[in-house]
T-cell receptor, first 114, second 114 residues
């Protein structure tokens, strides 16, 4: 089946630094990838939709200058959390589509900002 | 406005019995529904889906029922196993020019007791 690899699985960084999270579709080409965030005991919150070769579409309330998304190829999208603060600590998950639904998800990245 | 609702935050069943997870939706444009299973600190895993042209889809121990008139779907797991203990998310999507973005419920935490 379709596999989505997300890296790193866990990262701890200091406040003010930037962190890059990679999302790769391993055995299919993903023209569209989605980035989600999950707070404890809450549902997945869609942050942005990433389309290969074009600018990402951000959901309302998500700062595009803080959460930089690059989808440079059909198999790779990156999310960079710039100037991270403790309130950015969360679980970030990417997903990709191999044609129509369902979405295939990476295993997530646990970001802790100290 | 929660378009996809999972009104039971948690459910506990005995091993071997049936687990029934419910999901309601408000948007009549939704034409495809999905169930995902999620373990802590992992990405969601696709479980089963159903198109709006059907009222039932079965895959092994998992069956999804769709009642369009009631805007209600349910996931049945039988027999339930301890390994089924996880959070189950209901999601819906429509083909309304939005990249088939998934709209998620808040999840139901299922505990299957040995």
């Amino acid at each position: 089946g379709a596999v989505v690899s997300q890296h790193p699985s866990r990262v701890i960084c200091k406040s003010g630094t930037s962190v890059k999270i990679e999302c790769r579709s391993l055995d299919f080409q993903a023209t569209t990838m989605f980035w989600y965030r999950q707070f404890p005991k809450q549902s997945l919150m869609l942050m942005a939709t990433s389309n290969e070769g074009s600018k990402a579409t951000y959901e309302q309330g998500v700062e595009k200058d803080k959460f930089l998304i690059n989808h440079a190829s059909l198999t790779l999208s990156t999310l960079t959390v710039t100037s991270a603060h403790p309130e950015d600590s969360s679980f970030y998950i990417c997903s990709a589509r191999d044609g129509g639904p369902p979405l295939h998800f990476g295993n997530g990245t646990r970001l802790t900002v100290t | 406005d929660q378009q996809v609702k999972q009104n039971s935050p948690s459910l506990s069943v005995q091993e071997g019995r049936i687990s029934i997870l419910n999901c309601d939706y408000t948007n009549s444009m939704f034409d495809y529904f999905l169930w995902y299973k999620k373990y802590p600190a992992e990405g969601p895993t696709f479980l089963i889906s159903i198109s709006s042209i059907k009222d039932k889809n079965e895959d092994g121990r998992f069956t999804v029922f769709l009642n369009k008139s009631a805007k209600h779907l349910s996931l049945h797991i039988v027999p339930s196993q301890p390994g089924d203990s996880a959070v189950y998310f209901c999601a819906a999507t429509s083909n309304a020019g939005n990249n088939r973005k998934l709209i998620w419920g808040l999840g139901t935490s299922l505990a299957v007791n040995p």
